[in-house]
């Protein structure tokens, strides 16, 4: 129907109605919509407390909005009422978050692997293939019996994204992946996010690195105080955007030098 | 024949120091004796995994957000840690024990005897001990470590079992040997209902041969050989169990 070329094989895998959410007092989404595009690279941009970490976890069935509808890869999850629903779907959705959280006593094959054989009944065999596959995705295969306190913050971060896709979901939702890094390994882990999105992964981010945002997204939203201000392509929202507030929050952020730095690291 | 020799030299090169192992010579007091060693160590050997397997449970009951769970075991560990073993002893033989037998028809159908109530009342005691030591490691388990585990799918036994409970061990190793070691010096509680454990038996030697200083050595360093054992074989977990680059 519309300009875009996807358009014929595009099916919506999330969507969000009207989603409100508050924890006790504190209202964190005030009316939430959002349709997100199987294959899509979509980003949520925002400043920090405007609610973007808390729709991922909507999405991940992590928290439980007050209202609004919810769907993800056909289940409405806004109806799930028992715990075990849930957990079927954050089977399905895979989560890497800011602080890694690598299983600190398991070797980082042991990580990859435990999941899809104790929460999956997957084969073990099958699956020690599979994950030394994804490490080489993220080309860490020589860290495969390395712990995790041996590795660096990236290194760890690559590790926990392959522990992601070693559930093969149907979509990853990336929580903040590179804020707790340093410069300087902000881009290898950015490298593996573009790898798997020029895949055709669903991937969802939240994210502050507004280069990357703006190079890999296929669709960019602005958050601010638990609404969406702005939607539309990266074009848009970094580069045309009407909204003063949205002009001041990219200008602000991508600025500096450090992306310049991160951009030519990865590439 | 040997046997004999070596027992008669050793009664013999003691005398010359003044202490006397004459009963070894008997075939009474010394088998009485032997017997209490044999079942200090059955004791020891049968409480230890008690008081450990309890005290896991115990601790993913407290930890557990279920009232119902947390709230008896939670009264439980108060009640224990804070009263005497040995009042829990008596009250366990001699209150629930009778309680027991008179359900049953007598006590001659009470299939429950003074071994198990040591281990049941000393098992559970350390439990207790240990399930706090373990309550304060699973709690130390960051949160966005569990958010984490539950993000990919893992119900909350899950997460306890292949992440907590992991974790909790090895931050809680230290002060379950130290229970460990207090489980093993709470046995001799046994003497009180008549489990012929090692101090039962040498009262019963001693207040026949006055010999007490004489098994009061064996005793002592009876006792500290099976806990330098513990403490060893702890260690040995402790190191075995490492995590490279962690800070446990």
Request: glycine share 8%.
């Amino acid at each position: 129907m519309t300009a875009s070329p996807e358009t014929e094989t595009n099916t919506a895998i999330v969507k969000l109605e009207d989603v409100h959410l508050s924890f006790g007092q504190t209202q964190v989404l005030k009316g939430i919509d959002l349709t997100i595009y199987k294959g899509d690279a979509f980003s949520i941009i925002g400043p920090s407390g405007s609610g973007k970490s808390t729709i991922l976890r909507c999405i991940n069935a992590l928290v439980t909005p007050q209202s609004g509808k919810i769907t993800v890869a056909g289940t409405r999850v806004d109806q799930l009422t028992k715990e075990s629903e849930r957990i079927q779907l954050r089977k399905r959705v895979g989560i890497v978050f800011q602080q890694y959280n690598l299983f600190p006593h398991l070797t980082v094959l042991d990580n990859i692997v435990l999941a899809p054989t104790k929460i999956l009944g997957a084969d073990k065999t099958a699956t020690v293939k599979l994950a030394r596959e994804l490490l080489e995705k993220v080309r860490l295969s020589e860290k495969a019996d390395a712990y995790p306190g041996q590795l660096s913050g990236g290194q760890q971060q690559r590790v926990a994204i392959a522990r992601a896709l070693a559930m093969k979901p149907e979509l990853v939702l990336f929580d903040e992946v590179t804020s707790a890094l340093d410069p300087e390994t902000v881009g290898e882990v950015l490298w593996v996010i573009r790898d798997l999105i020029r895949d055709g992964m669903t991937s969802i981010l939240v994210t502050h690195e507004m280069r990357f945002a703006e190079e890999i997204s296929d669709t960019v939203v602005f958050t601010e105080n638990g609404r969406i201000v702005d939607h539309g392509s990266p074009q848009q929202i970094f580069h045309t955007a009407d909204n003063p507030r949205i002009r001041q929050f990219v200008g602000g952020l991508s600025g500096g030098g450090r992306g310049a730095v991160r951009d030519g690291e990865g590439i | 024949m040997q046997d004999m020799n070596l027992t008669s030299l050793f009664i013999e090169l003691m005398a010359r120091l003044g202490l006397n192992y004459e009963f070894l010579a008997t075939g009474y007091e010394a088998q009485i004796w032997r017997d209490g060693f044999l079942t200090t160590l059955y004791l020891v050997a049968v409480t230890i995994p008690v008081s450990l397997i309890v005290g896991l449970i115990f601790a993913a009951c407290l930890t557990s957000n279920r009232p119902w769970l947390s709230a008896p075991v939670r009264g439980f560990v108060e009640l224990t840690r804070n009263t005497p073993t040995l009042v829990q002893l008596m009250f366990s033989f001699l209150v629930l024990n009778t309680v027991v037998s008179n359900m049953v028809g007598g006590a001659q159908n009470n299939p429950l005897s003074p071994f198990f109530w040591v281990v049941a009342v000393v098992g559970l005691h350390v439990a207790a001990l240990h399930a706090e030591a373990i309550r304060g490691g699973i709690e130390a388990v960051p949160s966005s470590m569990i958010e984490a585990a539950r993000g990919m799918g893992f119900s909350p036994f899950e997460i306890m079992r292949y992440v907590q409970i992991p974790l909790a061990f090895r931050s809680s190793l230290p002060a379950i040997v130290n229970g460990l070691i207090s489980l093993v010096k709470s046995t001799t509680v046994g003497n009180a209902i008549a489990v012929s454990e090692i101090t039962y038996a040498s009262i019963m030697v001693w207040t026949q041969r006055d010999n007490v200083v004489e098994l009061m050595i064996v005793l002592l360093a009876f006792f500290s050989l099976i806990n330098f054992v513990v403490a060893r074989v702890g260690s040995w977990v402790e190191r075995r169990l490492a995590i490279p680059g962690y800070g446990l």
